[in-house]
């Protein structure tokens, strides 16, 4: 360090004058941290400028320990923007940098100093950071292990080893996040390889504490090591399978602890777990054990997921799936994913017997007998309509996904009066989405109308579709109205000049109305 000290007195500027120290108050902390947190630069300079008066107050330890516990996402933001501005403008890392000469560093300036755009500095900091048994620096010691400077890398690459290996656990948890968000750069596998070998070989604590990490890329990459070197036990694989917090997890999980147990009370016990995607896999092994009945439960699951994969395997039996539905379809009512399964493998043959359901007793069964009919080709809008005023809005979003190939025959005065403010808002919001899709000047004349209402609960979108057809559309639209339109739409303009502006111009430009 003695050296590079004296290298660094010659390279720095006369040192700064010290700012008074002090904490700001905990509002443009939060602020500075939240915004650096979430990538934002301007947030991440302000973050820095806070920084210089805190290195020197006694409660310094406590943003270092919030600096420490964030997110890999803030430190590459601070890393960066330490080097934004314009050289030999005085930062808070030059402050840091001249105490770090002084010998006068604490936690926090040789966190800064690590991120100076001069790769002495940066060297001299890293080192001594590295002497210390603080792990608070890790997360920065991580960043500069992929440093541009083959010297700040190797002094950085030292000093996360030692940590590795001095208190794995406490190091684990802060190196891994920032060594996953380094892992792309052209030196920045060693550390992600380093991580992986303690993970592999070292400590159980250091693989719990990975295992329950905030980092979902951490929690990933612990399970997949874990796995692979044998240091899960069975009856945490099943734990985690059924109640773990990422579905992938769970999923990876699942698969080896049906693996693992090689009988079929694991796969049974997992049939009830929240996942689909993990009951699909007990409905796999079980299948493949020969408990076919298994399957034909998983027929009316309610993750499709798990009713397409029993689907497949009655195929793969030898079993039409759809006959299986259409004998269940005859209990009154039928369960919902009865009817959603018959729609996935059924044929038009299935569509009358479908049709009666349109009016299931559950929301969720006329929903999936709308999008059943929609999946074996009937939309009639005849039939559909009068579905468009159900009171659940689940019912009427299926409705429009169906109407809306046959948007531009529909009755525009039956749609019209299901805009008004009495209607409940999902049907105004179906109402206005197929006439929408009517036609242009259905669409433009809709909007004007809502415009015109500044109380409708659709007036901002009405007026953000105009803004986006005159801002995007207008100039490719070759088109103009119809005689039947042009008195209409031209009164509506004259109704919203007011509202909507200097771009009432070029609405009646585009219309082709005199402006």
């Given at each position: 360090?003695?050296?590079?000290?004296?290298?660094?007195?010659?390279?720095?500027?006369?040192?700064?004058?010290?700012?008074?120290?002090?904490?700001?108050?905990?509002?443009?902390?939060?602020?500075?941290?939240?915004?650096?947190?979430?990538?934002?630069?301007?947030?991440?300079?302000?973050?820095?400028?806070?920084?210089?008066?805190?290195?020197?107050?006694?409660?310094?330890?406590?943003?270092?320990?919030?600096?420490?516990?964030?997110?890999?996402?803030?430190?590459?933001?601070?890393?960066?923007?330490?080097?934004?501005?314009?050289?030999?403008?005085?930062?808070s890392t030059d402050v840091a940098?001249?105490?770090?000469?002084?010998?006068?560093?604490?936690?926090?300036?040789?966190?800064?100093?690590?991120?100076?755009?001069?790769?002495?500095?940066?060297?001299?900091?890293?080192?001594?950071?590295?002497?210390?048994?603080?792990?608070?620096?890790?997360?920065?010691?991580?960043?500069?292990?992929?440093?541009?400077?083959?010297?700040?890398?190797?002094?950085?690459?030292?000093?996360?080893?030692?940590?590795?290996?001095?208190?794995?656990?406490?190091?684990?948890?802060?190196?891994?996040?920032?060594?996953?968000?380094?892992?792309?750069?052209?030196?920045?596998?060693?550390?992600?390889?380093?991580?992986?070998?303690?993970?592999?070989?070292?400590?159980?604590?250091?693989?719990?504490?990975?295992?329950?990490?905030?980092?979902?890329?951490?929690?990933?990459?612990?399970?997949?090591?874990?796995?692979?070197?044998?240091?899960?036990?069975?009856?945490r694989l099943v734990r985690t399978?059924?109640?773990?917090?990422?579905?992938?997890?769970?999923?990876?999980?699942?698969?080896?602890?049906?693996?693992?147990?090689?009988?079929?009370?694991?796969?049974?016990?997992?049939?009830?777990?929240?996942?689909?995607?993990?009951?699909?896999?007990?409905?796999r092994a079980l299948a493949a054990?020969?408990?076919?009945?298994?399957?034909?439960?998983?027929?009316?699951?309610?993750?499709?997921?798990?009713?397409?994969?029993?689907?497949?395997?009655?195929?793969?039996?030898?079993?039409?799936?759809?006959?299986?539905?259409?004998?269940?379809?005859?209990?009154?009512?039928?369960?919902?994913?009865?009817?959603?399964?018959?729609?996935?493998?059924?044929?038009?043959?299935?569509?009358?017997?479908?049709?009666?359901?349109?009016?299931?007793?559950?929301?969720?069964?006329?929903?999936?007998?709308?999008?059943?009919?929609?999946?074996?080709?009937?939309?009639?809008?005849?039939?559909?309509?009068?579905?468009?005023?159900?009171?659940?809005?689940?019912?009427?979003?299926?409705?429009?996904?169906?109407?809306?190939?046959?948007?531009?025959?529909?009755?525009?005065?039956?749609?019209?009066?299901?805009?008004?403010?009495?209607?409940?808002?999902?049907?105004?919001?179906?109402?206005?989405?197929?006439?929408?899709?009517?036609?242009?000047?259905?669409?433009?004349?809709?909007?004007?109308?809502?415009?015109?209402?500044?109380?409708?609960?659709?007036?901002?979108?009405?007026?953000?579709?105009?803004?986006?057809?005159?801002?995007?559309?207008?100039?490719?639209?070759?088109?103009?109205?119809?005689?039947?339109?042009?008195?209409?739409?031209?009164?509506?303009?004259?109704?919203?000049?007011?509202?909507?502006?200097?771009?009432?111009?070029?609405?009646?430009?585009?219309?082709?109305?005199?402006?």
């Amino acid at each position: 360090m003695d050296a590079i000290g004296d290298r660094l007195r010659g390279r720095l500027a006369s040192p700064p004058d010290e700012p008074p120290a002090g904490l700001p108050d905990r509002d443009s902390l939060d602020r500075a941290l939240s915004g650096a947190g979430s990538g934002d630069f301007d947030a991440a300079r302000e973050l820095w400028s806070l920084l210089s008066p805190i290195g020197r107050h006694a409660d310094a330890d406590l943003v270092v320990r919030r600096l420490a516990e964030a997110g890999p996402r803030l430190w590459l933001t601070v890393d960066a923007a330490a080097r934004s501005l314009p050289w030999g403008i005085l930062t808070s890392t030059d402050v840091a940098a001249h105490r770090l000469v002084a010998g006068r560093a604490g936690p926090l300036d040789l966190i800064a100093a690590a991120c100076h755009p001069d790769g002495f500095v940066r060297e001299a900091a890293v080192t001594v950071l590295g002497s210390r048994d603080n792990v608070s620096g890790v997360p920065v010691l991580a960043l500069r292990a992929a440093d541009w400077v083959p010297e700040v890398r190797a002094a950085a690459r030292r000093a996360c080893a030692r940590q590795l290996d001095r208190a794995p656990t406490e190091a684990i948890a802060l190196a891994a996040p920032v060594a996953r968000a380094v892992h792309a750069r052209r030196d920045g596998d060693w550390l992600l390889d380093a991580v992986a070998d303690v993970l592999r070989d070292g400590p159980p604590e250091a693989l719990e504490a990975a295992l329950a990490a905030e980092d979902r890329g951490v929690r990933r990459l612990a399970h997949t090591i874990g796995l692979a070197a044998g240091r899960l036990h069975l009856d945490r694989l099943v734990r985690t399978a059924e109640t773990g917090p990422d579905p992938s997890i769970r999923v990876l999980c699942a698969e080896a602890a049906i693996r693992a147990a090689g009988d079929r009370d694991v796969p049974r016990r997992l049939l009830a777990a929240g996942t689909a995607m993990v009951r699909a896999e007990a409905v796999r092994a079980l299948a493949a054990a020969g408990e076919m009945a298994a399957v034909d439960a998983a027929l009316v699951d309610t993750g499709a997921v798990v009713r397409a994969t029993a689907q497949a395997l009655l195929r793969r039996a030898g079993t039409d799936p759809a006959a299986r539905y259409r004998a269940l379809l005859d209990r009154r009512p039928p369960l919902p994913t009865v009817i959603a399964g018959l729609g996935e493998t059924g044929a038009h043959v299935d569509v009358e017997p479908l049709r009666e359901w349109l009016g299931h007793p559950s929301s969720r069964g006329r929903a999936v007998t709308v999008r059943a009919l929609r999946r074996l080709g009937e939309t009639t809008p005849g039939l559909l309509l009068p579905l468009l005023t159900d009171p659940v809005s689940s019912v009427t979003r299926q409705v429009v996904l169906s109407l809306l190939r046959h948007a531009d025959g529909l009755d525009e005065d039956f749609l019209r009066p299901l805009l008004r403010p009495e209607r409940p808002p999902h049907v105004q919001r179906a109402a206005y989405r197929l006439l929408r899709a009517h036609g242009l000047w259905t669409r433009i004349g809709v909007d004007l109308d809502l415009l015109a209402d500044p109380g409708h609960p659709l007036h901002a979108t009405a007026r953000a579709d105009l803004s986006h057809w005159l801002a995007h559309e207008a100039a490719t639209a070759y088109a103009v109205p119809p005689a039947s339109r042009v008195a209409e739409l031209s009164a509506l303009l004259a109704d919203v000049e007011e509202i909507f502006g200097t771009d009432t111009r070029l609405l009646r430009f585009h219309i082709g109305l005199p402006i």
